[in-house]
């Protein structure tokens, strides 16, 4: 039955006078009252500040240019709508994310909520969503820790929220790539934090250790550290002893920082590192001077990739240019992952059958097959209900003068992503 919105401003009237509003259950089946303006509301959630604000790096630019691109309003079966698009930093905390996203659900009453960076922004913002069942999209964290992080249901998925990106077991194929590339020893340092990437990583089914031990790799993990870890000599004289030659794992780039620095204090010097989340961003990887050349990591998206956005027809290439050419700073990755959210979000605005109510906004999203500038969006192929996955390639930082450039060195899942470089040895 579909429901009617007229009942949802009292049901979030209630939910917001409540001291549990974050975590409060839907308590009535309806959706939120007819906007008489024809205006849509999407709430956008992502970490401004805090560790994880390289992800967001790029937001202005791709908000301006979304903005724009928007001004006119979207068609929807006869009607213009316009779109506002409301923004909340989650200040790199789950918590915060999860404030944020519940003061647009019930204080803004946006129609669409999306959130991208990592899971500590994804799923409390997807968890929400499908508490209040609103319809969410988000992106920019491997589809296990989403989905499996949130006690997703392979069999069930969830009834409101979707995601789009790569899985952990594209990020291995892509690591193990480099790694077969290099030809050093099969020693392996695993560094793996206590939160939610890091436990998925590190998770012995759904992680590293069972493919790296089917490939020959011995996986030295010293245990879970905390965030923010100012000290990582035990892990480092493990890895020592093990004779490691590879060192891996999923780091905030604060936490790789401190572990590099004090990997060359302490005499410990791996020929490969392929550490993710930690080495994506330009910013970061300048911050480790010289010792960054060599550094290995996934590459979601870059100026290569053969794609084009359905919203404005420009390249992966066009985007990262006019991003450089208006910031003076380097493309970084999340960029085409930003644009595609918004481009995910048009797409669904212009099918939907009914935009004053959520259930066929949400529908419209579950039956999205639609190219991207980060590649094909389509929630019916899986892996599991919920998620549609997007291609991974592998890149090393080589220094080219002054500067760093992230040449792509394994594309073997995706040779139509053409390879920029050949991998060297640090």
């Known amino acids: 039955m579909i429901k009617s919105k007229l009942l949802i401003p009292t049901r979030r009237k209630f939910l917001a006078g409540t001291a549990a509003a974050v975590a409060a259950p839907a308590i009535l089946s309806s959706t939120r009252a007819y906007a008489q303006n024809k205006t849509l ?6 970490p401004k500040t805090g560790p994880l604000a390289g992800f967001a790096e790029a937001d202005d630019y791709i908000l301006a240019g979304i903005r724009q691109n928007f001004a006119g309003g979207i ?16 200040q790199s905390s789950p918590n915060r994310a999860a404030e944020v996203a519940a003061d647009l659900i019930l204080g803004e009453e946006v129609d669409l909520i999306m959130a991208a960076a990592t899971p500590d922004t994804t799923n409390p913002v997807a968890d929400q969503a499908e508490i209040n069942e609103v319809p969410c999209i988000t992106t920019d964290a491997p589809w296990q820790p ?35 590339q290099s030809g050093v020893a099969k020693s392996v340092g695993g560094l793996f934090p206590n939160d939610a990437d890091g436990n998925a990583w590190g998770d012995p089914d759904l992680g590293l250790p069972t493919p790296l031990a089917a490939n020959g790799y011995n996986l030295v993990d010293t245990g879970r550290y905390q965030p923010m870890s100012d000290d990582f000599s035990n892990q480092i004289a493990a890895f020592k002893e093990a004779n490691c030659e590879i060192v891996t794992g999923v780091m905030i780039p604060p936490d ?31 911050s480790y001077g010289d010792r960054a050349d ?38 970084t990755q999340p960029i085409g992952f930003k644009h595609a959210l918004f481009e ?34 389509d929630w019916s192929s899986g892996p599991v209900k919920n998620v549609s996955k997007t291609p991974l390639v592998g890149g090393q930082w080589q220094k080219e003068g002054d500067t760093f450039d992230l040449k792509i060195v394994s594309n073997s899942a995706h040779p139509d992503i053409p390879l920029t470089g050949d991998l060297k040895l640090i």
Do not use: C
């Open 41 to 46: 509301k999407i709430g956008f959630v992502s």
């Open 75 to 90: 068609e929807n079966n006869g009607s213009t709508w316009g779109v506002e698009i409301i923004t909340r930093d989650s």
């Open 146 to 180: 989403y989905f499996f992080g949130r006690n997703g249901n392979p069999a069930e998925g969830f009834q409101s929220t979707y995601h789009f990106f790569w899985g952990l077991e594209d990020v291995i194929g892509v690591f193990l790539d480099i790694w077969g």
């Open 256 to 286: 790789f920082g401190t572990f590099w620095a004090q990997a060359a204090q302490q005499g410990f010097a791996p020929k490969v590192v392929t550490v993710g989340k930690a080495l994506l961003f330009p910013s970061v990887i300048e």
């Open 294 to 331: 060599g550094l290995t990591s996934e590459v979601w998206w870059s100026p290569n990739h053969p794609f084009n956005s359905s919203l404005t027809g420009a390249s992966a290439k066009d985007l990262a240019d006019g991003y450089t050419a208006a910031t003076d700073r380097p493309w």
């Open 344 to 377: 995910v979000a048009a797409d669904v605005i212009k099918r939907a059958e009914d935009l004053d109510d959520y259930e066929a906004i949400t529908a419209a999203i579950a039956e999205t097959n639609m190219d991207t500038i980060v590649g094909e969006v």
